[in-house]
């Protein structure tokens, strides 16, 4: 089944997370409205939460109203969306294909379908990296997706239920959660889980303190992106809140009672959670003799196009150069979010038949929020040089990486409504989700 039919330019992007999202909108603002183009969006879920709120979607504390319905967002931008996962190219024929979607009882409810593009981005983020380690993919939770983030909660309620009723029978069986890595995504979800054990003791489910949270790390130190000041700082405020920090230790096989590390030594966890490294999805390697690296992601060059001039990729799925440095753009949000100013610029040029755009990187600096304990984290500025900070600015700064993402997707109006309806909810309705 092909499913566009006119003649008008037609962009297609296929991914709506932190830079896909951002991108169709400010095309559909500027071409859609115009008719100058088809623009399409196709994602493999119907809703859109920022990734980096995955930790709090995890730990139960993400206000529902975060979520974005795609088709409401394509409505008032002026851009289509089509429910479905890509699964392979045609570059010969300019042909986007999408597996057919079924509903949870298994009935197809969209058949497999053809987009045609005469542009096309990539912009479907990563997936963790197991890095083929014995029993990870069967054992281990990940936070890749906003539907993974949600299958964690319920298992985290289920988990401490059970714990709670166990040591009613006086078990001494504590809760006990490892969380393979320790970049950003570890560290903030142990901070958020510590803070939620907090809450469900307020709420009657009490553990006595018994939850246990062990982060397990490769490298010797934390937080391997940011100075070793603010990992030393970090570190200290994790052991102050009594989470286990096992660091140097390599994963070796994960099974249904715990990890195993290359100590020997065996971490006992009811739940296990994998966040240590990504790469791109399997299937895009090698996509229709594209360029990949060693994790799959695309290979762009400093205009953010693939092997193929009609194909750009952005976000954590490209590999994009970083002039003066060994790797390639960090995968974060903030290259997503600059990388989808930069393409949009490209498209609109492209369809008035001048050159694209130069991407240049801007490292912001890292911040890690440790919930309500603290923010810290490194600003980068031309003028200062970086800048270590922590506490409130830190915090403010930290929320605003937020605000710039909602701003590119609601407008300035839009934005300031939520951020208000939200605080007001959050006042009149329970701090975490229990079902
Ligand atoms: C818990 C957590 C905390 C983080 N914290 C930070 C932070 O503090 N700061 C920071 O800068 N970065 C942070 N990151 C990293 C950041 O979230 C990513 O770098 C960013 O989201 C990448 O954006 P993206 O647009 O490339 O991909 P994503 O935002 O992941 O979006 C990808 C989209 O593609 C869709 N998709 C995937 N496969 C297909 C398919 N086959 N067909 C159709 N659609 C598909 C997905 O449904 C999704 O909507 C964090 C990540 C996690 C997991």
């Not at 970090?234 to 994960?254: A, C, N, S």
Request: with cysteine; proline share 3%.
């Amino acid at each position: 089944m092909t499913d566009n039919n006119n003649e008008k330019h037609k962009i297609v992007v296929v991914g709506g997370g932190a830079g896909g999202l951002e991108l169709v909108t400010r095309l559909g603002r500027i071409l859609g409205k115009k008719g100058l183009a088809e623009v399409t969006l196709i994602d493999a879920s119907s809703t859109h939460i920022w990734k980096p709120l995955l930790h709090e979607v995890a730990a139960g504390t993400l206000d529902e109203t975060e979520q974005v319905q795609y088709l409401a967002q394509a409505h008032r931008n002026h851009f289509r969306f089509r429910l479905g996962k890509m699964e392979g190219l045609s570059r010969a024929k300019k042909e986007v294909y999408v597996s057919p979607v079924y509903t949870e009882s298994g009935e197809q409810l969209i058949p497999g379908r053809t987009f045609a593009y005469d542009t096309l981005v990539m912009a479907v983020g990563s997936v963790s990296n197991s890095f083929n380690i014995k029993g990870v993919a069967e054992h281990c939770l990940f936070l890749d997706s906003a539907a993974q983030a949600f299958k964690f909660q319920k298992r985290l309620v289920e988990a401490y239920i059970k714990s709670h009723v166990d040591q009613n029978k006086h078990s001494d069986k504590p809760l006990s959660i490892a969380i393979v890595g320790a970049g950003a995504t570890g560290v903030e979800l142990s901070a958020e889980l510590h803070e939620v054990t907090h809450l469900l003791a307020v709420y009657g489910l009490d553990q006595g303190g018994a939850v246990k949270i062990t982060i397990i790390e490769a490298a010797a130190q934390l937080l391997p992106a940011l100075p070793l000041k603010l990992a030393r700082a970090t570190q200290q405020q994790l052991v102050k809140l009594g989470i286990d920090l096992k660091l140097d230790r390599r994963v070796t096989e994960v099974n249904r009672q715990g990890i195993t590390t290359h100590t020997g030594e065996f971490i006992e966890a009811g739940l296990k959670v994998w966040a240590a490294g990504i790469k791109a999805p399997d299937w895009i390697r090698g996509l229709d003799g594209l360029e990949t690296n060693r994790i799959n992601q695309l290979v762009v060059d400093e205009y953010l196009k693939t092997t193929d001039d009609n194909i750009f990729a952005i976000g954590d799925c490209a590999a994009c150069p970083w002039p003066g440095h060994e790797h390639t753009v960090p995968p974060r949000a903030q290259a997503a979010h600059q990388q989808a100013t930069t393409v949009s610029k490209s498209i609109v040029n492209r369809l008035a038949g001048k050159g694209p755009v130069k991407y240049v990187y801007y490292d912001y600096g890292s911040l890690v929020s440790l919930g309500k304990y603290s923010t810290v984290g490194n600003l980068m500025g031309n003028l200062m040089g970086t800048v270590t900070i922590g506490g409130f600015i830190a915090r403010v700064v930290y929320l605003s990486l937020y605000k710039m993402h909602q701003i590119a997707v609601h407008g300035y109006f839009r934005t300031a409504m939520l951020t208000l309806s939200n605080l007001f909810r959050r006042g009149a309705h329970a701090k975490i989700k229990m079902h």
